[in-house]
């Protein structure tokens, strides 16, 4: 099982950015993005990581453009982008692997450990913690998945 890291930033800042892609045109410099949208370069090319591995945008050069996933995604409203963006997490192999985890328990369940411990296996170099706050950040936001903090377990949505 190959699994790439996610980039650890909020769902809520992708969001954004394809909000002020579209506002723009659905196509901005990145350098100059940076620059107006006040973030770091290295922190606006996380969010763009994380929008491109969603198949939200592309970056030809130095440009980022918004595709029309990432387009259908700004115009849908809440219950029908949530089911977008659940399908675009499940094409990501970190979200088959949780999904996959979950599935076979019997109740669904399983403690945040056990993604730690995956994680920490496969991706030595990254933050686990980090990592598995963020896979629930995004995994919440599209009601794939849920997490319990008094348990402190990872859960399949009922609705999955």
């Known amino acids: 099982m190959a699994l790439d890291p996610i980039p650890q930033v909020n769902i809520s ?9 579209d506002d723009a045109g659905s196509r901005y410099d990145v350098f100059r993005l940076a620059r107006e949208v006040n973030y770091e370069l290295g922190e606006i090319l996380q969010v763009i990581k994380a929008a491109e591995m969603l198949g939200f945008v592309e970056t030809p050069g130095a440009d980022v453009v918004l595709t029309a996933v990432g387009g259908e995604m ?12 659940k399908e675009q997490l499940q094409k990501l192999p970190i979200f088959r692997a949780v999904v996959d985890a979950l599935r076979r328990t019997d109740d669904k369940r399983a403690d945040q450990d056990a993604f730690l411990e995956i994680f920490a296996l496969h991706l030595p170099a990254e933050d686990s913690e980090a990592l598995l706050k963020t896979v629930i950040d995004w995994g919440r936001y599209a009601e794939l998945i849920g997490y319990n903090p008094e348990d402190q377990e990872v859960y399949l949505d009922q609705a999955e």
Request: aromatic share 0%; charged share 30%; glycine share 4%.
């Open 74 to 85: 700004l115009r849908a409203k809440v219950n029908p982008r949530k089911q977008l963006l």
């Open 13 to 21: 800042r992708v969001m954004g950015l394809l909000e002020v892609l």
